[in-house]
């Protein structure tokens, strides 16, 4: 029998670990590829290892007892994530996606030039220049 204390933790835990679940599984989807096999086998990866992590944790807390509240526990952590925090979570990564890469477009001149990809570029066009001009004469 597990003590009352651990059976409410673990009712807790469970609850903070199915929201987890929702919002790793919304990262997840967000930032895969189009691809069918790659988020078939992303899926198939993505759930291998959480169902892992989550036995070992709750293995540990539990004593080696796993009742099935846990399950019922997980599903209502992830149905409430969904219902109540999804759509906003989702909305923040598109978000913070979109000005990632409108800043990343702005600054590619900048890198660049620190880099000095353009600056060999421009002499690689400037020393072609000059061997042309030389054919050119020597002939």
Do not use: C
């Not at 009712?11 to 679940?21: D, E, K």
């Not at 990262?27 to 169902?51: A, C, M």
Request: proline share 1%; charged share 20%; hydrophobic share 45%.
């Amino acid at each position: 029998m597990i003590p009352l204390k651990t059976q409410y933790s673990l009712l807790i835990n469970s609850i903070i670990f199915g929201a987890y679940l929702g919002i790793t599984y919304d990262f997840l989807r967000f930032y895969r590829n189009n691809n069918y096999w790659f988020k078939v086998f992303t899926d198939i990866v993505f759930w291998v290892t959480q169902s892992i992590v989550a036995s070992y944790f709750f293995y540990n807390i539990s004593y080696g007892i796993i009742p099935i509240y846990l399950f019922i526990m997980f599903f209502v952590g992830f149905v409430s994530y969904y219902y109540f925090l999804h759509d906003f979570l989702t909305n923040k990564l598109l978000t913070i996606t979109t000005n990632t890469t409108k800043f990343y477009r702005k600054t590619e001149k900048q890198r660049r030039f620190a880099l000095g990809i353009d600056n060999y570029e421009k002499m690689i066009k400037f020393f072609k220049k000059i061997k042309l001009n030389k054919r050119k004469k020597s002939k």
